[in-house]
Structures are given as structure tokens and as C-alpha cells.
């Protein structure tokens, strides 16, 4: 496709479960960033990739997060031992920005929803 | 204090109004900054960059006050279409994008 793509659309899950959110970037972008966003908030950054390495993961909140992008296109976010609290949108965005500058648009996907019942 | 702080409103207007909303940052070494439109649902999408002398796009207009660490956006002549969630954005280090709550705009016929 030629947007960012996001899979699952939806994902509800038990407390204590193991979730995994993949992201599918626009092809060539090699900057990839993760947001979760709860209702009535901003996109909260969680990690930003540049190519295959995690560049900046200050935002993920703890050890349960882990996030990957082996080969420098699909990512994958990671959540061990999910909590209530961690119910949100999780957002995937894309970038053709290189070390060079950016252009400042991210180009988001729709969207993983989680709900940790 | 937050990196990016943002009124949430929400701004009630009648179309045709024109409103600014204000969005302060707290890293003054801050190097980018823009505005994102969210529509109820829907992904976050690029309005427009902010650039230090002040930038426009038709009915809209953004500035940057370094000294004062704060962004506006002026939108004029509101449109009921303009009805969303406005999002301040800094990159204060690197190329990590830090958005603000947002701003929630409201244009009433």
C-alpha cells in the first residue's frame, strides 16, 4: 500500500497478556516512530528508529515495552504482561527524513487499538 | 513541566471568526517546530511547519517567539471544516517529535 499500515486495527486482551502491534512504514522511509495516544491526549512518543536501530527509546514508560525494526522497514511493538493503564491507540508514523534535516511530516498509520480488560 | 504545553480548550467560534491558539516549549535549544491537525478518529496530519520569521498558508499563519519559548497559530475567516484538534510539536533534540495535548477548535455555523 502507500500509506503506513497498521496491524491489528483492534486488539483487546486480558490483563497479564502478551501483546504484539506491527507497523508497516511507507517503503523507502527510514525513520520510523512510535506513539501511543490515550483519549484526549496528545501522541505520547514512546520510541523513534532510524534505519534497523532504535535511535531515541526515552519515551517507552518501562522494562514491559520493547520495541524492534530487524531489517529497517516493518516494526514491531512489544508489550509484556500488559496492564489496564496500558489501553490506548498506538500510533506508528514514517519519514523520509535522513541524518541530514527533516522535512517535519510524519506520515501516520491509522492506528492499533488496545484495550486491556 | 511539560515539554509541550497546549490550552485543550475547547475554542467555540462562528464561522467566519478568526482565533489563535498558543503553544509554549520548554527546551530553549528547541530547533523545529509545527502544527498537526487531528480530526476525530483519525491520524495525526502535518498543517504546517513554523519558521522564525513567521510563515503563512492561506488562512493560516504561524509564528515562533524564541525569546518567550511559544508558537501561535492564527486561523482566519474559520471554516466549519477547520473543527479539529490543533497539535503543537517541538523537536528539541535529535529528530524526536514531542507533541503537545492539542488544542480542541470548535467552528459553529
Known amino acids: 500500500g502507500a500509506g503506513v499500515s497498521q496491524t491489528p486495527s483492534n486488539k483487546v486482551t486480558e490483563k497479564g497478556k502478551y501483546v504484539e502491534l506491527r507497523c508497516d512504514p511507507i517503503?523507502?522511509?527510514?525513520?520510523l516512530y512510535w506513539y501511543r495516544q490515550s483519549l484526549g491526549q496528545g501522541p505520547e512518543f514512546l520510541i523513534y528508529?532510524?534505519?534497523?536501530?532504535?535511535?531515541?527509546d526515552s519515551g517507552l514508560p518501562n522494562d514491559r515495552f520493547f520495541a524492534v525494526r530487524p531489517e529497517g522497514s516493518v516494526s514491531t511493538l512489544k508489550i509484556q504482561r500488559t496492564e489496564r493503564g496500558d489501553s490506548a491507540v498506538y500510533l506508528c508514523a514514517s519519514s523520509p527524513l535522513g541524518l541530514a534535516g527533516n522535512t517535519g511530516e510524519l506520515f501516520f498509520g491509522e492506528g492499533s487499538r488496545l484495550t486491556v480488560l | 513541566r511539560k515539554e509541550v504545553e497546549q490550552d485543550p480548550g475547547p475554542f467555540n467560534v462562528p464561522e467566519g471568526a478568526t482565533v489563535a491558539f498558543n503553544c509554549t516549549y520548554s527546551?530553549?535549544?528547541?530547533?523545529?517546530f509545527f502544527w498537526y491537525r487531528q480530526d476525530c478518529r483519525k491520524e495525526p496530519k502535518l498543517l504546517m511547519s513554523v519558521y522564525s520569521s513567521g510563515n503563512e498558508d492561506g488562512r493560516f499563519t504561524a509564528q515562533l517567539n524564541r525569546a518567550s519559548q511559544y508558537i501561535s497559530l492564527l486561523i482566519r475567516d474559520s471554516k466549519l471544516s477547520d473543527s479539529a484538534t490543533y497539535l503543537c510539536?517541538?523537536?528539541?533534540?535529535?529528530?524526536?517529535?514531542?507533541f503537545g495535548k492539542g488544542t480542541r477548535l470548535l467552528v459553529k455555523p
Open positions: 510539536v517541538v523537536i528539541p533534540q535529535g529528530f524526536s517529535f514531542i
Open positions: 528508529f532510524q534505519g534497523t536501530g532504535a535511535a531515541d
Open positions: 527546551n530553549s535549544a528547541s530547533q523545529s
Open positions: 517503503s523507502g522511509h527510514t525513520a
